[in-house]
C-alpha cells in the first residue's frame, strides 16, 4: 500500500490505480444511476467478458468503492451498489464526466492543425 508520508506519494496516483483500467470507469457509471445486478452490468458494459466484469467487482468490493448484496433465495440474486465511499466518488465523477464532454466539445471544433 502506498504510503501516504513519502514525498514522492501522489494521491491521484492512487485514485486513479482504484477506479482506473479500462472497465471500471463504465461500472462505475452504471452503478452511480442505480443499484444492479450483475447480468444487468454485464448487458451494459460493451465487449467486457464475465470473468473481467467479476474480476472488476471484485476489486472494486475490495476496495471498499462498492457493496455486494446477496439475497437468499433460489436462483440466487446479488445486487451491486455504492458504499458510502463510492458515494464520495459520485459528485468527482459527475465532474470528470462534464469535463470529458467540454474537452471532446472543444476538440471537435477545433480546425485540424
Not at 513519502?6 to 482506473?20: K, N, R, S, W
Not at 483500467?21 to 444492479?36: D, S, T
Not at 464526466?97 to 466539445?105: A, C, H, I, N, Q
Request: charged residues 30%.
Amino acid at each position: 500500500m502506498a504510503d501516504p508520508h513519502d514525498p514522492m506519494f501522489c494521491p491521484t496516483e492512487t485514485a486513479l490505480g482504484i477506479i482506473g483500467g479500462k472497465w471500471k470507469g463504465m461500472i462505475l457509471w452504471c452503478i452511480c444511476r442505480k443499484i444492479m445486478r450483475f447480468n444487468e452490468l454485464h448487458r451494459m458494459v460493451p465487449d467486457i467478458s464475465q470473468r473481467m466484469l467479476t474480476k472488476q467487482l471484485r476489486e472494486l468490493e475490495e476496495h471498499g468503492i462498492i457493496v455486494r448484496k446477496v439475497y437468499a433465495q433460489v436462483p440466487p440474486k446479488v445486487e451491486y451498489s455504492l458504499s458510502s465511499h463510492g458515494e464520495r466518488l459520485k459528485p468527482i465523477l459527475d465532474q470528470l464526466e462534464d469535463w470529458s464532454r467540454d474537452y471532446l466539445t472543444e476538440r471537435l471544433d477545433q480546425p485540424d492543425s
